[in-house]
Each structure stands twice: as structure tokens, then as C-alpha cells.
């Protein structure tokens, strides 16, 4: 019979989430009223409506 204790493992935390990765649309925008985004080969425009909200076309 073996009587030795084996060490006891400590279970890590799970990693809290990382917050995302906030960006100011003025900054973005660079005072114009719209940008061109490519992503995954694709350009996209971000742009600013009339009513002051932003929409993402392709």
C-alpha cells in the first residue's frame, strides 16, 4: 500500500473575456462622412445617414 500524497493540481480560472476594442466614430471618420474598410478581401463603406447614424454596406 502506497501512503505517499500525491500533489494536488490547482485548476486555473477561466480568463475573464476581453473587453472590445472601443473606437470614437469622429476619430474613424476623420471628419469626412464616410470611409472604405477592406476585410477579407472586401471593401466595405461605413458611412454617416442624414439622421446621423452610421450604416455598413458592401
Known amino acids: 500500500m ?3 500524497q500525491q500533489p494536488v493540481r ?4 477561466p480568463a475573464a473575456p476581453a473587453l ?3 473606437v470614437n466614430s469622429q476619430e474613424l471618420l476623420r471628419q469626412g462622412k464616410s470611409i472604405q474598410i477592406e476585410h477579407d478581401g472586401k471593401i466595405y463603406e461605413l458611412r ?5 447614424k ?3 454596406t458592401a
Open 2 to 4: 502506497n501512503t505517499t
Open 10 to 13: 490547482a485548476i486555473p480560472a
Open 20 to 22: 472590445p476594442l472601443r
Open 48 to 52: 454617416v445617414t442624414r439622421l446621423g
Open 54 to 56: 452610421l450604416i455598413l
